[in-house]
């Protein structure tokens, strides 16, 4: 029998000085058996960062490889920003960028992201629609243990410095950008 995803539900409180955005969502995050408490949050950041009333989780790592697990689209079905997490190889991010106006990468995992920007810098050089983010692996692990069932989060950002916090602890997190999209 196939293992099902766990539900999470989020209220979050989005103050963004850097872009103007000051929002509350009602968020229903499915976590894949296979995905850990980490990804998920940096799944949420991702959200968080480029919060907008269009854009959607999709079905995730349990879906063909035809979508992402976060985007914005269109109604006319043209997709605004394509997101991906994790470590991706180009011909993955190559499909991305060809098929939509924006793409972000959320790169973590501590020391093997050097490791891996420097495989892949120049190849993804090319993609002027690209931008890559590291999250530093202290910000992930202490986003991780935010983590419950019901979770209710404030968030506040200002000069690229991001403030997630529930009732109990607060948790800096300071992206630092490999590529920035050139569009």
């Given amino acids: 029998m196939a293992l099902k ?33 980490e990804r998920m949050m940096v799944r949420l950041l991702a959200f968080i960062l480029n919060a907008s009333e269009t854009l959607s989780f999709t079905k995730g790592l349990s879906t063909e490889d035809d979508e992402p697990e976060l985007w914005d689209k269109a109604l006319s079905g043209e997709i605004n920003l394509w997101v991906e997490f994790g470590q991706s ?23 093997s992201v050097p490791v891996w ?11 002027q629609n690209l931008t890559v983010i590291e999250i530093p692996e202290d910000a992930v692990k202490a986003m991780a243990k935010l983590v419950d069932r019901n979770m209710s ?13 529930n009732a109990e602890q607060s948790v800096l997190i300071e992206p630092v950008p490999l590529k920035t999209a050139q569009i």
């Avoid at 989005?14 to 968020?27: T, V």
């Avoid at 190559?94 to 020391?111: D, H, I």
């Avoid at 989060?153 to 916090?165: A, F, G, K």
Wanted: hydrophobic share 35%.
């Fill in 5 to 37: 995803a766990t539900v999470f539900k989020v209220q979050l409180q989005i103050a963004d000085m850097d872009r103007h955005y000051y929002q509350d969502h009602s968020l229903t995050l499915a976590q894949h058996p296979s995905e850990n408490d």
């Fill in 89 to 111: 190889d180009e011909k993955w991010l190559r499909k991305a960028a060809g098929r939509a106006k924006q793409v972000q990468l959320f790169c973590y995992g501590g020391r």
């Fill in 117 to 127: 920007w420097k495989n892949n810098e120049q190849a993804l050089a090319r993609y």
């Fill in 153 to 165: 989060l404030q968030c506040n950002i200002s000069e690229n410095q991001i403030w997630l916090s």
